[in-house]
C-alpha cells in the first residue's frame, strides 16, 4: 500500500530501511551559526519509516516566543520525528541518549512487553546519559500513536513525537492523504519553576479571575441578592468556578507540529481528496477544542483504535494524551485548523489549503467557561441553570466533611485530610456531556457517548470485580492523589492474569483527568457493550463518574496515572499483572 | 431515604432464600504458580466480596418485591437502630447469610466490614490450603469496595526514579507589606510585615516578622519562628516562640492558625503565652477582591488583646488595639505589586490610658505608600 506522507512525498512503509524525513523545521543546531529555531513556514516534519528506528535524545536550544530557551529534543527536533511503521513487524527502536540525565521513551497506547514500555523503575532502569537502549517489540495494532518521555519533565520540555502504524489489512477508512496535528504546549519557564510556581501560589497562571465587574454584571442581570446567593457555594468552598486550567496561556506558547500559532502549520491538499488528520494531544497540562470552520468531520478513531464513523462533527475535545483521526473532504480553498486551549487563553492553529499561499481567517476564541454544580459533582437538574433551594443542606455537608475518611456513594473511603478540598456528593456518568465550555455552543460536539467501536468486543465476559478510585486534589495546596493517598504513600493495584475488571473512576476535582492505564486497553462503557471502544486515555469531567473495563492480559508492572505532567506524580499508581 | 432503609432491612432479613441460589466461589491459590499468596488471598477476598454485593443486590430486589406484595416482617425484635445501613455492600451479605433472631445487633459493628467476614461467608474452604493463610486482617481490608490495592507492597523491579518528587522541599519569601506611613504629624514611619516558608506540602517551618520605625529609630521590631503543619485542606496549624525586640524584650510561646476562611479571607490568628501567665491573642484577616485581573482593593483587620497590664511595653488588659487598612494594589506581575492605601488605628482601654499619659494619640489615620512582594 502506498500513501502521502505528511511531507507530501510518495513513501512505501514496507521499507527496509528507515528514511530520513527533511528535517526542514530548522534544527539546525550545529549547522547554523545561531543553533537557534528558525521561524520558518515549511509543513514538513522529520518522518521516520520502517522497522528500526535511530533516535538521538538532546538538548537543543530554540526560539519559540522571541527567547532563547533549551529544549529537550529528538533527533534534533520538537517534536521529534514521526515514526512510521507497519503492523505485524518486529520494531527495533534504538534510542540513545546524549543528556545530562537520564531518560526513557515510553510508546504511548502501544500494546507491547512491560520491559518495553520505557516507565523508569517498572520496565527498566531508564536510559542514562551516553546510554543506548534498544527497544524491541511487534506492532500488534495499527492507528495514531505517539511517544514521550517518562522521565521529569521531559516532556513539557520537548521529548515527544508521534507514530503512525500503517494496518496490515487495507485500511478500513478510505482516505487519499493523512496528515499528523500533534498539539503541545510549550513554556519558557523551567517545568520546576511552574510546579514551584503551582505550590505557593496555585491561581498562578488564572489570566480570567472573577472581578468585581462581573459580580456588577451578574447583579446587573439577575438582581444583587441572586447574584449574591450564586456565589455563596463557591465562597463557602473557597474555590473558584474559573478553575479551568492550571497552566494557561500566560506561560504556554501553543503548538501545531512544533508551530506557534503566529508561524502556523500549513497542510495542503487536492481539492475532492479524503483528508485523514491524525490528531494527537501531547500537552503537557492543556486540554484543546478542536474545530474547522467550514468543514464536518467524521471522526474514525480514538487512541488508534477504529471506531464507528461519528459525521457532521463541528468539533471535539481531545484531553492530554488522547488522539482522534478525522476525515475531512474540503472543497478547494483554506481552513483553519483551530484548536483552543480549554481555558481559551491561547488557541494552536494550523490550515488545510488547496493553494499554499492561501490561508483561512483564525476565528476568535470562545468565551471563557465558567464551572457548574454539575462540574462539581453535584445533580441539580439542567446544567447551567442552577436551583438554590437545596443550597443550605449541601454547604453544611461540605462543612462537615473533614473528618478522617468520607465515603461516597460506591462505598469507597477517601482518606480526607489536608490534601482532599472536596469530593463528589453526586457525581454522575455523564458520557453525552460535551463538557464545560462545550455545552449548548450551536455546533455539533463529539461526546463519549458517540463512540463505538468498529469491530465487536473480543473479551464479553462480564467483570469479575471492581476497582473504584477516586480523583482527589487539593487544589490550593496544589496536591493531587488517588482516594486521597498519593502514590508515593500507595500500595500497588493487583490484577490476576486473565481477569477482566471494571474501573470506575470518580472525579473529586474540579478539572478534567486524563487518566492513562499502560500495557492494556481500556475499554470505555459508551452504551453498547458489543462494541466497547477500546482506548488507552479516558477523560474523566469534573465531578463525573465514568466506568471501563480491562483484561488484564499482560504480565508485568504498569504505570497509571493522571496524564496531567504536574499531577501525576501524585496521581499515580502502579498495577501488577501477575 | 426512609424508604430505602427499610427496603435495606427488608433486605438482610429475606434474604437467606435469595443468596442459597449464589454457587460457593472456587478459588484456585493452591496452584504452585501463585507465587504471591497474600496477593492471591487479597484478590480472592475481593472477589468473593463482589459476589456477595451481587448477592445483596439480588437480595434487595427481592426484598423489594416482596415488600410490593405486602409481606410482613417482624422487626420488633431486632434493634435497627445501631445499625449502619449506609455503607459496604459486602457487609450487608453478610449480615444476610446469619440467623438474625438470635444475635445482638446492638454490639454489631458494621463500619468496617472486614472483608473476610465476606470470604468466609462466600468461599468454598474445602478446596482451600488454610495452613498457609494469613488470618491476621490485611489492613486495607477495612475497605468496603476495593480499590485494587494489594495487601502488601511489591518492590519495583527496576533502579531508576521513575518521576520528580511530587512533595518537593520549596521555599517562599512573602514581602507582606513594605510601606511608609505619612502621618498629618511630623513623624513618618517605614514598616515591614514579612513571612517566610521552607519546607513541604504539609510540614513547614515558618519565619514572621514585624518591623516599624519612626525616624530611623526601631520603635517596635519583633520575630516569630514556627513549626506549621496542615491540619485540614484549608488551615494550618502554627506552634513556636516570639520574640519581641523593641520596644521591650519579651518572649512568648505561640500557638496559631493560619489559612483560608470561607469567602476567601486570609486569616492568622494566634495565641501568645508569655512569662507571668501574661496572654496575648492576635487576629490578622485581609480579603483581596478583584477590581481587574491585575488591580485588587484589599481591605485588612488587626486586632490585639492582652489579658494583663504590661506598662513597660505600653500594653494594657483588654482590648489593646485594632487596625484597619485599605490598600489599592496593581500586580505588575503576580510576584510584585506596589499600592497605595490608608490605614485607621486606634488604641483601647488600658493601652490608650498609656499612650495618652505619654501624650501620644490613641487613634491615627495613616496614608500608605508601599509594596507587596513574594519569591
Redesign the interface.
Known amino acids: 500500500m502506498k500513501y502521502h506522507s505528511s511531507d507530501d512525498r510518495v513513501v512505501d512503509p514496507t521499507r527496509r530501511q528507515f528514511v530520513q524525513g527533511l528535517t526542514a523545521s530548522a534544527f539546525m543546531a550545529g549547522l547554523a551559526p545561531s543553533g537557534l529555531l528558525a521561524a520558518t513556514a515549511t509543513s514538513h516534519q522529520p518522518v521516520l519509516s520502517g522497522n528500526t528506528f535511530d533516535l538521538t535524545l538532546g538538548e537543543t536550544v530554540v526560539n519559540l516566543t522571541g527567547k532563547r530557551r533549551m529544549a529537550t529534543t529528538i533527533n534534533d527536533s520538537l517534536p521529534g520525528p514521526t515514526l512510521r511503521m507497519r503492523e505485524g513487524e518486529e520494531i527495533t527502536i534504538r534510542v540513545t541518549n546524549k543528556m545530562s540525565v537520564?531518560s526513557s521513551i515510553h510508546w504511548h497506547g502501544l500494546i507491547l512487553p512491560a520491559n518495553m514500555d520505557g516507565?523508569?523503575?517498572?520496565?527498566?532502569?531508564?536510559i542514562k546519559p551516553g546510554e543506548t537502549f534498544t527497544y524491541q517489540f511487534k506492532a500488534v495494532q495499527s492507528g495514531t500513536y505517539w511517544y514521550h518521555s517518562?522521565?521529569?519533565?521531559q516532556e513539557q520540555t520537548g521529548l515527544y513525537g508521534s507514530i503512525v502504524i500503517e494496518s496490515r489489512e487495507a485500511d478500513v477508512v478510505a482516505y487519499d492523504r493523512d496528515y499528523v496535528v500533534l498539539l503541545s504546549d510549550w513554556s519558557d519557564e523551567k517545568p520546576?519553576q511552574i510546579?514551584?510556581?503551582l505550590?505557593?501560589?496555585s491561581h498562578?497562571y488564572s489570566?480570567?479571575?472573577?472581578?468585581?465587574?462581573d459580580l456588577a454584571k451578574e447583579a446587573a442581570s439577575k438582581g444583587f441578592k441572586k447574584a449574591v446567593d450564586d456565589r455563596e457555594m463557591w465562597?463557602?468552598?473557597?474555590m473558584s468556578d474559573r478553575d479551568i486550567s492550571d497552566v494557561t496561556g500566560w506561560t504556554y506558547t501553543f503548538l501545531t507540529n512544533g508551530k506557534t500559532p503566529s508561524e502556523g502549520w500549513t497542510g495542503t491538499f487536492k481539492p475532492g481528496e479524503k483528508i485523514r488528520l491524525r490528531f494527537i494531544n501531547a500537552a503537557a497540562m492543556t486540554f484543546f477544542d478542536i474545530r474547522i470552520p467550514g468543514l464536518k468531520m467524521q471522526v474514525v478513531a480514538t487512541d488508534g483504535q477504529d471506531i464507528q464513523p461519528v459525521s457532521n462533527i463541528d468539533e471535539f475535545r481531545i484531553g492530554v494524551a488522547e488522539t482522534y483521526d478525522v476525515i475531512v473532504e474540503p472543497n478547494a480553498g483554506a481552513y483553519t485548523v483551530f484548536a483552543q486551549a480549554i481555558d481559551r487563553s491561547g488557541y494552536a492553529r494550523g490550515t488545510l489549503t488547496s493553494n499554499p499561499a492561501q490561508q483561512a481567517t483564525i476565528p476568535t476564541m470562545d468565551p471563557m467557561p465558567i464551572l457548574t454544580h454539575t462540574d462539581m459533582g453535584m445533580s441539580m437538574g439542567d446544567m447551567d441553570g442552577m436551583d438554590h433551594s437545596s443550597m443550605g443542606g449541601m454547604n453544611h455537608d461540605m462543612a462537615s466533611m473533614?473528618h478522617g475518611a468520607m465515603?461516597s456513594s460506591?462505598?469507597?473511603?477517601v482518606k480526607l485530610?489536608?490534601?482532599?478540598?472536596m469530593v463528589a456528593m453526586d457525581p454522575q456518568v455523564r458520557l453525552d456531556d460535551p463538557g464545560v465550555g462545550l455545552r449548548n455552543n450551536g455546533r455539533k460536539v463529539l461526546t463519549y457517548a458517540d463512540i463505538k467501536n468498529r469491530f465487536p468486543t473480543i473479551d464479553n465476559r462480564p467483570p469479575?470485580?471492581?476497582?473504584?478510585?477516586h480523583l482527589t486534589g487539593?487544589m490550593?495546596?496544589y496536591?493531587?492523589s488517588?482516594?486521597g493517598v498519593?502514590?508515593?504513600d500507595?500500595?500497588?493495584?493487583?490484577?490476576?492474569f486473565g481477569?477482566r475488571?471494571r474501573f470506575t473512576l470518580i472525579n473529586d476535582t474540579m478539572m478534567n483527568h486524563p487518566v492513562h492505564l499502560h500495557g492494556m486497553w481500556s475499554e470505555l462503557e459508551t452504551g453498547d457493550n458489543n462494541f466497547l471502544p477500546r482506548k488507552h486515555t479516558i477523560v474523566v469531567q469534573p465531578g463525573a463518574k465514568i466506568s471501563y473495563l480491562v483484561t488484564a492480559d499482560a504480565k508485568g508492572?504498569w504505570?497509571y496515572h493522571c496524564h496531567l505532567i504536574y499531577h501525576?506524580?501524585?496521581m499515580?499508581?502502579?498495577v501488577?499483572v501477575? | 431515604m426512609k424508604v430505602k432503609l427499610s427496603v435495606m432491612v427488608l433486605g438482610l432479613c429475606i434474604s437467606p432464600a435469595a443468596l442459597a441460589k449464589h454457587k460457593p466461589m472456587t478459588m484456585d491459590c493452591s496452584q504452585p504458580m501463585h507465587?504471591?499468596m497474600t496477593?492471591?488471598k487479597?484478590?480472592a477476598a475481593?472477589?468473593a466480596?463482589?459476589k456477595a454485593t451481587e448477592a445483596a443486590k439480588e437480595a434487595k430486589q427481592k426484598a423489594t418485591e416482596a415488600a410490593k406484595k405486602n409481606t410482613t416482617v417482624d422487626h420488633s425484635k431486632m434493634d435497627h437502630s445501631k445499625m449502619n445501613h449506609?455503607?459496604?455492600?459486602a457487609k450487608k451479605a453478610t449480615a444476610a447469610k446469619v440467623d438474625h433472631s438470635k444475635m445482638d445487633h446492638s454490639k454489631m459493628n458494621h463500619a468496617p466490614a472486614p472483608a473476610k467476614k465476606a470470604t468466609a461467608a462466600k468461599v468454598d474452604h474445602s478446596k482451600m490450603d488454610h495452613s498457609k493463610m494469613n488470618h491476621a486482617p490485611a489492613p486495607?481490608m477495612k475497605?468496603?469496595?476495593?480499590?485494587?490495592?494489594?495487601?502488601?507492597?511489591?518492590p519495583?523491579?527496576?533502579?531508576?526514579?521513575?518521576?520528580?518528587?511530587?512533595?518537593?522541599t520549596?521555599y517562599?519569601l512573602m514581602i507582606d507589606s513594605l510601606e511608609y506611613q505619612y502621618t498629618d504629624s511630623d513623624i513618618d514611619s517605614l514598616a515591614l510585615d514579612a513571612e517566610a516558608w521552607v519546607g513541604k506540602?504539609?510540614h513547614k517551618f515558618w519565619l514572621k516578622t514585624d518591623l516599624e520605625s519612626e525616624d530611623g529609630k526601631l520603635e517596635e521590631a519583633e520575630l516569630q519562628a514556627l513549626y506549621s503543619r496542615?491540619?485540614?485542606?484549608?488551615w494550618d496549624l502554627q506552634l513556636g516562640i516570639r520574640k519581641d525586640f523593641e520596644p521591650v524584650s519579651r518572649e512568648w510561646a505561640v500557638v496559631g492558625f493560619k489559612g483560608?476562611?470561607?469567602?476567601?479571607f486570609d486569616v492568622d490568628a494566634a495565641l501568645f503565652f508569655g512569662k507571668g501567665g501574661q496572654v496575648g491573642a492576635r487576629l490578622k484577616t485581609e480579603y483581596e477582591?478583584?477590581?481587574?485581573?491585575k488591580t485588587a482593593?484589599a481591605p485588612s483587620l488587626g486586632i490585639n488583646m492582652y489579658s494583663k497590664d504590661d506598662l513597660e511595653a505600653g500594653i494594657g488588659s483588654g482590648l489593646s488595639d485594632l487596625d484597619f487598612s485599605l490598600r489599592l494594589k496593581h500586580e505588575f506581575k503576580?510576584e510584585f505589586a506596589p499600592y497605595i492605601g490608608v490605614n485607621w488605628s486606634k488604641a483601647f482601654g488600658g493601652t490608650a490610658d498609656i499612650l495618652e499619659e505619654e501624650g501620644e494619640k490613641t487613634s491615627d489615620t495613616q496614608l500608605l505608600l508601599g509594596v507587596e512582594a513574594?519569591f
Open positions: 537520564t516507565v523508569p523503575g517498572l520496565s527498566f532502569a531508564g517518562h522521565s521529569g519533565y520546576e510546579y514551584a510556581k505550590k505557593k501560589l498562578y489570566t480570567k479571575e472573577r472581578t468585581l465587574r465562597n463557602q468552598m473557597r473533614d465515603e460506591g462505598g469507597v473511603q485530610g489536608p490534601q482532599v478540598d469479575s470485580r471492581e476497582i473504584e478510585l487539593n490550593s495546596r496536591m493531587w488517588f482516594n498519593k502514590y508515593a500507595s500500595k500497588p493495584i493487583g490484577l490476576r481477569e475488571v508492572q504505570a501525576m506524580d501524585g499515580f499508581r502502579r501488577i501477575a | 507465587a504471591k496477593f492471591c487479597d484478590l475481593k472477589e466480596k463482589q449506609a455503607p459496604a455492600p486495607e475497605i468496603p469496595v476495593s480499590d485494587g490495592a494489594l495487601a502488601e507492597n511489591i519495583l523491579p527496576f533502579p531508576g526514579a521513575m518521576h520528580m518528587e511530587d512533595d518537593p520549596l517562599k506540602d504539609l496542615a491540619l485540614d485542606p484549608y483560608t476562611a470561607p469567602y476567601m477582591m478583584m477590581l481587574t485581573q482593593l503576580r513574594w
